[in-house]
């Protein structure tokens, strides 16, 4: 069976990431760019950001791994002329599935609302992410200020720290999967006789639905303590926090009161036990003297020492791994994906979320700006003096 056509007007990493998912189980995914404009440099502007990889400037090392195994083409949108060929291509490639993430309020001028391209292919499935739907079409969005919006800055940092970012842009890839998800059961559904179905994510709808554990505490008169910033601690299971060793830090987690009575059964661990601290309410009561009292205990021994005993106890516990330790774990090493750059080097990316038979490990190295537009548009029956009188009018680059 022929693999599902992506064609998606794309940029910075939400979207990308979310048809790389796409490109990830073998999927074509077309990716659109803009036609140059003005001083700046074309198409997106994630293509100039990073380290150089070779000939060229546009496709630095932070453009690389969300865009490996797609195609490139350049299009002008602003222009009915540009719109009208979108149309001819979404028809002539048979185009199953259409994506962007341009602000709503630009759809209808560029040619891309639903309406505008099931005229060309009324069983389209479309699917965009912005930054707070249809309901505020002007708004533009970036991950950061979506985490400031949705809380997650208020409730990420130390007790007495300002708010903080995330380490990794969640929101962009949370927003990413929602649309990855939908996609699916969008396809799903018309598999079954079902319509073309119009997609929205919205950056700070689908962050939002993340705060399970906080935001229903507001019903409950929760304390101000229990929706705000905890460091490293969790704010109901105690202890869980990141605790020091003579040879660097362990974080640890103590989820139920069950393993309470485990880790205090270790004789490492023995002193911390008392009748207050049986249950974890109690160990509320006293969560600043058991992470004192903890940290005491942990400093005196190596890493591998206490985490032995912590395994022995079932305890669950590791070392604080940084990035270069998180590629080289048994566990992850065997499931990088790869891409290779135009010398022949080799570059890991990312394992897939979830192993999927016959899903790419290897993808071809991301575009070059506009590499595949004339191959796409002859593809899609255009003769070489139309493609070359396109390319003249400034329609495609």
Excluded at 111 to 140: F, M, N
Aim: net charge neutral; charged share 20%.
């Amino acid at each position: 069976m022929k693999p599902p056509t992506v064609l998606s007007l794309e940029q910075a990493l939400s979207l990308p990431y979310a048809t790389l998912r796409f490109a990830q189980l073998g999927w074509r995914v077309i990716r659109i760019e803009a036609t140059p404009a003005g001083e700046g440099l074309p198409g997106d502007p994630n293509r100039y950001i990073g380290a150089r990889i070779g000939a060229g400037d546009d496709r630095r090392s932070y453009f690389v791994a969300p865009n490996v195994g797609k195609q490139a083409i350049a299009l002008n949108l602003k222009e009915p002329r540009g719109q009208a060929l979108l149309g001819r291509l979404i028809d002539a490639l048979g185009v199953d599935v259409f994506c962007c993430n341009t602000v709503p309020a630009r759809y209808a001028s560029l040619g891309i609302a639903p309406e505008q391209l099931r005229a060309a292919r009324p069983a389209l499935i479309w699917a965009g992410i912005s930054a707070q739907g249809r309901a505020v079409p002007d708004a533009p969005g970036y991950d950061p200020v979506i985490q400031a919006m949705s809380g997650f800055m208020e409730v990420t940092g130390m007790r007495d720290g300002p708010p903080t970012l995330t380490g990794i842009p969640v929101i962009d890839l949370k927003a990413g999967d929602e649309l990855y998800a939908n996609v699916l059961l969008a396809l799903l559904a018309r598999a079954h006789g079902g319509p073309g179905r119009t997609i929205d994510v919205s950056m700070l709808q689908a962050a939002a639905s993340w705060l399970i554990t906080l935001l229903p505490l507001l019903d409950f008169d929760c304390r101000p303590d229990e929706i705000t910033r905890a460091g490293n601690e969790h704010r109901k299971f105690i202890p869980t926090n990141v605790y020091p060793v003579r040879d660097g830090f362990v974080y640890l987690a103590i989820g139920s009161d069950v393993q309470w009575r485990r880790l205090t059964a270790v004789p490492r661990f023995a002193p911390l036990a008392n009748e207050v601290r049986r249950t974890n309410e109690g160990r509320h009561a006293e969560r600043e003297s058991i992470h004192r009292e903890l940290a005491a205990i942990t400093l005196r021994a190596a890493a591998d020492e206490v985490l032995a005993d912590l395994r022995a106890a079932t305890i669950p516990a590791t070392r604080i791994l940084d990035i270069r330790q998180v590629r080289e774990l048994p566990l992850l090493a065997e499931r990088l994906t790869a891409t290779r750059l135009p010398d022949g080097r080799q570059v890991h990316l990312p394992p897939l979320a979830v192993n999927a038979p016959g899903a790419a490990r290897e993808l071809a190295l991301a575009p070059r700006y506009g590499e595949h537009t004339d191959a796409v548009l002859a593809e899609a029956g255009l003769a070489a003096e139309e493609i070359l009188s396109l390319r003249g009018a400034g329609i495609v680059a």
